[in-house]
């Protein structure tokens, strides 16, 4: 602790505070805050008060954003949100932008695309701020974030690491693999057994249920959610939350061509998937069509 | 004299703008700040998006998003012909994973607003974290809530027809563990008691024997006088019919039916929050009403003696983590795990059709309401809790919150009673 | 390097002969020594290549599939419409069907009539997969630029595939009082109608 601890400032701008709150879920957050000095946070008891917040004079060295953002019209106090946003990322060392809307602009840019969008990126585009102060963003897209992911980043700055960043400024580490990594229903993706309907541990989602798994970067099954599960663990396809394209449309229902799923698994060619397809879909394996456990009534 | 207040560290900020008059509260306009669509991003979406986009509205109450949507949906649905009836075991889990949400809820307020706001009101501070007492709580009851929906927040496992999980036992064992570590801490730090007794009181003369951090509550509030202060309309109202709460409307002492057809929402000038009233007028939703309605016996005691004043409001929603936890504990040993999940095989294709989902959220009762045409949302309207509890004073009458403040000879005073009614700006400006 | 070689070429020729024989006599009319003998090689020799008549009937089909895939792949890859792609692929099979009948036939006669003898080892698609894949391929793209009309894939496959085996087959009974390659026009027409958006 001889090192100077690192001044934390947590910013909201067009959000429902999931982030927050999802970040609360930490089961070590206070240790993890121990090596911060938190400056300002949305809901946890901070030295400063929101109106020296918005004085814009408080001092930031890690700057967390979340929610999306719109130049003009959004106000805090009479104080617009992004002139607030930008003033703090000048002083900052280092800009996290937590969850979809603050990297990506999210669901709540659908309500108008042209003027709401993320702080370094308008969907994959790179908006004016990109230029400025992408060399010191970390995004951190999911929706909402995902507490470990957050912790990860936070504990490497607080120890001077560097994180290896994707060409969006993702932390390679988090999301360097897919969704699919790591779920439960793997095997059943293997031999491409879907899922009957909804409400069975048995079967893959990729094929009626809309899940997004195997195109969808993130760690949701190598790192569990609230420590214990995922959606896709428990049958609901995953919506692809963590992508600049979020939220697509038919959020429940695989769009096929054909049959076949309109999108691969990511950097998978279509010969290639569909030659697998093809031989693995011949088999018909006793044991994935039958159920797990069988329980007497 | 107006006096400007920002109310901050709820869900969001809002404004409360003060009307003095000879060192009182005359008037309060509460006003929150931007609009974000969700209604209108739905427009134009497949129906079982709402699934996804709604709980979007609150990072806080979004699994109540989740259980209105979908109950939106069937209700739509069976309007349109098809028949959807759910198994016991889906009720079961769907009612768990929401009890779960609420019990989060509450405590985040208790020990994240509630304590540390009244120890900075009253100087009177114990030095405590009591924010790693909410973080603790919360992470294991949601963890509770997770094993069945995938995670918290913002899950989409309720489906029309029932659940995504299929779980197993020992899915059901870990929830069990975790609501009983849950019980644990409501019995060691906030009620200090075991919970038999503490549900066993049943007056406000028995009040005494409660410890922990609920005693302190108390203590604090009635030595400082001000448990007596935050009455409002004494109108209190629920909707969600479900197995634990009941529908109806409480006034006086009459307890009666209730219809939502007679909800109606209204634009209110400077804010973009839309109030709401029943038969034109303004009740109160949240814990307190439904205590009331369902005549919970220690807060129709505590009513008894105090009205709707902030001690009893801010009882009965400590108290309701109780039954909470209790009943969320009884859904799991009922459990029938080789009943379906989910009785739908395949997407419904109803193409035309207007359903209504209500749930009961920690704030009261959540309304959504999808209209859809031709296989996709022509409109959906969402009706939350802190709507009738936040809307400002009409023509005709006062606002609940808003009267519930008018008197105070102190902002800071009346910004507690505010906090009281568990604010969420999110959620009222979706 | 030599030696492997040679063998693979090899192997090939028992596979193309095979073919013929299978196609022409018959299956089950057809022993391992009259392919040894037109190959003019010893029957343990061939037994060295092929462990049974069984497993040269599976290793033939998957060659078939894998010809017959090729040529759609290259169809798949060019810059045109899925009505032009019609047209190719109907070429494309009437024109095997011409000049190495034999192929459709044993896909036709030996294939399709023997399900048995690809019981095991050739289920379901295992062994034509170089041809469906590329079938799929060709749907999945005619359906995404939104040329075809989005079905079930085996009733589309069904559709198409039947009805040029179809042909085939009537012109090999000696039905058909045309050449195949006058069809093409007609027949590419008749499939593009029912296929597209």
Same mark, same amino acid.
């Given at each position: 602790? *001889?090192?100077?601890?690192?001044?934390?400032?947590?910013?909201?701008?067009?959000?429902?505070?999931?982030?927050?709150?999802?970040?609360?879920?930490? =089961?070590?957050?206070?240790?993890?805050?121990?090596?911060?000095?938190?400056?300002?946070?949305?809901?946890?008891?901070?030295?400063?008060?929101?109106?020296?917040?918005?004085?814009?004079? %408080?001092?930031?060295?890690?700057?967390?954003?979340?929610?999306?953002?719109?130049?003009?019209?959004?106000?805090?106090?009479?104080?617009?949100?992004?002139?607030?946003?930008?003033?703090?990322?000048?002083?900052?060392?280092?800009?996290?932008?937590?969850?979809?809307? #603050?990297?990506?602009?999210?669901?709540?840019?659908?309500?108008?695309?042209?003027?709401?969008?993320?702080?370094?990126?308008?969907?994959?585009?790179?908006?004016?701020?990109?230029?400025?102060?992408?060399?010191?963003?970390?995004?951190?897209?999911?929706?909402?974030?995902?507490?470990?992911?957050?912790?990860?980043?936070?504990?490497? @700055?607080?120890?001077?690491?560097?994180?290896?960043?994707?060409?969006?400024?993702?932390?390679?580490?988090?999301?360097?693999?897919?969704?699919?990594?790591?779920?439960?229903?793997?095997?059943?993706?293997? !031999?491409?057994?879907?899922?009957?309907?909804?409400?069975?541990?048995?079967?893959?989602?990729?094929?009626?249920?809309?899940?997004?798994?195997?195109?969808?970067?993130?760690?949701?099954?190598?790192?569990?959610?609230?420590?214990?599960?995922?959606?896709?663990?428990?049958?609901?396809?995953?919506?692809?939350?963590?992508?600049?394209?979020?939220?697509?449309?038919? %959020?429940?229902? $695989?769009?096929?061509?054909?049959? +076949?799923?309109?999108?691969?698994?990511?950097?998978?060619?279509?010969?290639?998937?569909?030659?697998?397809?093809?031989?693995? /879909?011949?088999?018909?394996?006793?044991?994935?069509?039958?159920?797990?456990?069988?329980?007497?009534? | 004299?107006?006096?400007?207040?920002?109310?901050?560290?709820?869900?969001?900020?809002?404004?409360?703008?003060?009307?003095?008059?000879?060192?009182?509260?005359?008037?309060?306009?509460?006003?929150?700040?931007?609009?974000?669509?969700?209604?209108?991003?739905?427009?134009?979406?497949?129906?079982?998006?709402?699934?996804?986009?709604?709980?979007?509205?609150?990072?806080?109450?979004?699994?109540?998003?989740?259980?209105?949507?979908?109950?939106?949906?069937?209700?739509?649905?069976?309007?349109?012909?098809?028949?959807?009836?759910?198994?016991?075991?889906?009720?079961?889990?769907?009612?768990?994973? %929401?009890?779960?949400?609420?019990?989060?809820?509450?405590?985040?307020?208790?020990?994240?607003? +509630?304590?540390?706001?009244?120890?900075?009101?009253?100087?009177?501070?114990?030095?405590?974290?009591?924010?790693? &007492?909410?973080?603790?709580?919360?992470?294991?009851?949601?963890?509770?809530?997770?094993?069945?929906?995938?995670?918290? =927040?913002?899950?989409?496992?309720?489906?029309?027809?029932?659940?995504?999980?299929?779980?197993?036992?020992?899915?059901?064992?870990?929830?069990?563990?975790?609501?009983?570590?849950?019980?644990?801490?409501?019995?060691?730090?906030?009620?200090?008691? =075991?919970?038999?007794?503490?549900?066993?009181?049943? #007056?406000?003369?028995?009040?005494?024997?409660?410890?922990?951090?609920?005693?302190?509550?108390?203590?604090?509030?009635?030595?400082?006088?001000?448990?007596?202060?935050?009455?409002?309309?004494?109108?209190?109202?629920?909707?969600?019919?479900?197995?634990?709460?009941?529908?109806?409307?409480?006034?006086?002492?009459?307890?009666?039916?209730?219809?939502?057809?007679?909800?109606?929402?209204?634009?209110?000038?400077?804010?973009?929050? &839309?109030?709401?009233?029943?038969?034109?007028?303004?009740?109160?939703?949240?814990?307190?009403?439904?205590?009331?309605?369902?005549?919970? =016996?220690?807060?129709?005691?505590?009513? &008894?003696?105090? /009205?709707?004043?902030?001690?009893?409001?801010?009882?009965?929603?400590?108290?309701?983590?109780?039954?909470?936890?209790?009943?969320?504990?009884?859904?799991?040993?009922?459990?029938? @795990?080789?009943?379906?999940?989910?009785?739908?095989?395949?997407?419904?294709?109803?193409?035309?059709?207007?359903?209504?989902?209500?749930?009961?959220?920690?704030?009261?009762?959540?309304?959504?309401?999808?209209?859809?045409?031709?296989?996709?949302?022509?409109?959906?309207? +969402?009706?939350?809790?802190?709507? !009738?509890?936040?809307?400002?004073?009409?023509?005709?009458?006062?606002?609940?919150?808003?009267?519930?403040?008018?008197?105070?000879?102190?902002?800071?005073?009346?910004?507690?009673?505010?906090?009281?009614?568990?604010?969420?700006?999110?959620?009222?400006?979706? | 390097?030599?030696?492997?070689?040679?063998?693979?070429?090899?192997?090939?020729?028992?596979?193309?002969?095979?073919?013929?024989?299978?196609?022409?006599?018959?299956?089950?009319?057809?022993?391992?020594?009259?392919?040894?003998?037109?190959?003019?090689?010893?029957?343990?020799?061939?037994?060295?290549?092929?462990? *049974?008549?069984?497993? @040269?009937?599976?290793?033939?089909?998957?060659? $078939?599939?894998?010809?017959?895939?090729?040529?759609?792949?290259?169809?798949?890859?060019?810059?045109?419409?899925?009505?032009?792609?019609?047209?190719?692929?109907?070429?494309?099979?009437?024109?095997?069907?011409?000049?190495?009948?034999?192929?459709?036939?044993?896909?036709?006669?030996?294939?399709?009539?023997?399900?048995?003898?690809?019981?095991?080892?050739?289920?379901?698609?295992?062994?034509?997969?170089?041809?469906?894949?590329?079938?799929?391929?060709?749907?999945?793209?005619?359906? #995404?630029?939104?040329?075809?009309?989005?079905?079930?894939?085996?009733?589309?496959?069904?559709?198409?595939?039947?009805?040029?085996?179809?042909?085939?087959?009537? &012109?090999?009974?000696?039905?058909?009082?045309?050449?195949?390659?006058?069809?093409?026009?007609?027949?590419?027409?008749?499939?593009?109608?029912?296929?597209?958006?």
């Amino acid at each position: 602790m *001889s090192q100077k601890r690192l001044k934390l400032l947590w910013l909201q701008s067009i959000t429902c505070n999931g982030n927050t709150h999802s970040f609360l879920n930490h =089961p070590d957050l206070f240790s993890i805050l121990s090596h911060f000095e938190l400056i300002y946070h949305p809901v946890l008891e901070t030295s400063y008060d929101i109106q020296a917040l918005l004085s814009g004079r %408080l001092d930031c060295d890690v700057l967390i954003l979340e929610g999306s953002f719109r130049q003009e019209g959004f106000k805090k106090g009479g104080i617009e949100v992004f002139e607030l946003v930008k003033n703090y990322a000048e002083k900052a060392k280092h800009i996290i932008s937590a969850g979809t809307c #603050s990297t990506f602009g999210g669901i709540f840019k659908q309500y108008d695309p042209d003027s709401i969008s993320g702080f370094c990126f308008n969907g994959e585009e790179r908006t004016e701020s990109y230029e400025k102060y992408a060399s010191k963003t970390i995004s951190l897209p999911g929706c909402p974030i995902h507490p470990k992911w957050l912790s990860y980043v936070l504990m490497m @700055l607080s120890h001077g690491k560097k994180i290896p960043l994707d060409e969006l400024h993702r932390p390679q580490e988090l999301y360097g693999i897919t969704v699919h990594t790591g779920c439960v229903r793997n095997e059943y993706f293997e !031999w491409k057994v879907d899922t009957k309907g909804f409400g069975l541990k048995e079967g893959c989602s990729f094929y009626e249920n809309g899940c997004q798994g195997p195109y969808t970067r993130g760690s949701c099954n190598k790192i569990l959610w609230n420590d214990t599960s995922s959606k896709t663990v428990v049958g609901t396809p995953c919506f692809g939350c963590t992508e600049p394209s979020f939220p697509k449309t038919a %959020l429940y229902t $695989t769009k096929t061509n054909m049959g +076949i799923p309109a999108t691969m698994p990511l950097g998978v060619p279509r010969r290639a998937y569909l030659t697998a397809t093809g031989i693995a /879909k011949s088999f018909k394996i006793k044991r994935f069509e039958e159920r797990i456990i069988t329980y007497d009534s | 004299m107006i006096v400007k207040k920002l109310i901050e560290k709820i869900e969001g900020e809002a404004e409360l703008d003060f009307t003095f008059d000879k060192g009182k509260v005359e008037d309060v306009r509460i006003s929150f700040g931007f609009y974000r669509g969700i209604e209108e991003i739905l427009a134009g979406k497949d129906p079982y998006d709402a699934l996804v986009i709604t709980p979007r509205v609150c990072g806080i109450c979004n699994h109540a998003h989740l259980i209105a949507a979908v109950r939106a949906l069937e209700n739509g649905y069976e309007s349109a012909g098809a028949k959807i009836s759910l198994t016991d075991k889906a009720k079961n889990i769907r009612e768990f994973t %929401l009890a779960c949400e609420l019990i989060q809820n509450h405590m985040k307020w208790f020990y994240m607003t +509630i304590l540390p706001q009244l120890e900075k009101l009253l100087d009177d501070r114990s030095g405590e974290n009591h924010a790693l &007492k909410a973080s603790y709580f919360s992470s294991t009851i949601t963890k509770a809530l997770a094993i069945f929906a995938g995670q918290w =927040p913002h899950s989409g496992y309720a489906v029309p027809g029932g659940v995504t999980c299929d779980p197993t036992y020992i899915d059901v064992m870990q929830a069990e563990n975790l609501i009983d570590e849950s019980i644990r801490f409501f019995e060691q730090m906030v009620a200090g008691i =075991p919970m038999h007794k503490y549900l066993n009181i049943d #007056s406000v003369s028995e009040l005494h024997k409660i410890n922990g951090d609920l005693a302190r509550v108390l203590r604090l509030l009635g030595a400082s006088r001000m448990a007596e202060t935050g009455k409002s309309h004494d109108r209190f109202i629920v909707f969600g019919d479900c197995i634990l709460f009941k529908a109806g409307k409480s006034m006086a002492t009459t307890v009666s039916n209730v219809d939502i057809q007679y909800v109606e929402e209204m634009l209110q000038a400077g804010t973009t929050a &839309k109030a709401v009233t029943y038969k034109n007028r303004f009740f109160e939703v949240g814990p307190l009403a439904r205590a009331m309605v369902a005549k919970e =016996p220690i807060v129709k005691s505590l009513h &008894k003696r105090y /009205k709707d004043s902030l001690i009893t409001r801010v009882f009965a929603r400590v108290h309701e983590v109780a039954i909470l936890l209790e009943y969320s504990k009884k859904l799991l040993q009922n459990l029938v @795990l080789n009943e379906p999940s989910c009785t739908l095989q395949n997407h419904l294709k109803a193409v035309d059709f207007e359903g209504v989902g209500v749930a009961e959220a920690a704030r009261g009762s959540l309304i959504h309401k999808t209209t859809v045409k031709e296989g996709l949302i022509a409109k959906y309207e +969402i009706i939350v809790p802190t709507q !009738w509890n936040l809307g400002n004073s009409s023509n005709t009458e006062q606002g609940v919150a808003a009267k519930a403040m008018i008197g105070s000879s102190d902002p800071e005073e009346a910004g507690f009673i505010f906090r009281a009614f568990d604010i969420c700006s999110v959620c009222t400006t979706q | 390097m030599k030696i492997a070689e040679k063998k693979a070429r090899k192997r090939e020729s028992i596979i193309l002969t095979a073919l013929q024989l299978f196609s022409t006599k018959g299956f089950h009319k057809t022993t391992i020594p009259d392919i040894a003998d037109k190959l003019h090689m010893s029957v343990g020799n061939l037994y060295n290549y092929f462990s *049974s008549k069984d497993m @040269l009937a599976k290793e033939i089909i998957k060659f $078939t599939s894998e010809v017959l895939g090729n040529e759609i792949k290259t169809v798949n890859m060019m810059d045109i419409s899925s009505e032009e792609k019609i047209r190719k692929i109907v070429e494309i099979y009437f024109g095997m069907a011409s000049e190495k009948p034999e192929m459709i036939e044993y896909f036709l006669r030996v294939y399709l009539s023997h399900r048995e003898v690809f019981a095991d080892g050739c289920e379901g698609m295992t062994c034509v997969s170089g041809f469906i894949t590329e079938i799929m391929i060709f749907f999945d793209d005619g359906v #995404s630029k939104e040329e075809l009309r989005d079905q079930d894939f085996f009733s589309a496959f069904g559709l198409f595939m039947g009805y040029l085996g179809g042909m085939v087959f009537l &012109k090999g009974e000696e039905i058909l009082p045309r050449e195949l390659d006058e069809y093409v026009d007609d027949i590419s027409r008749n499939i593009y109608y029912a296929l597209k958006a």
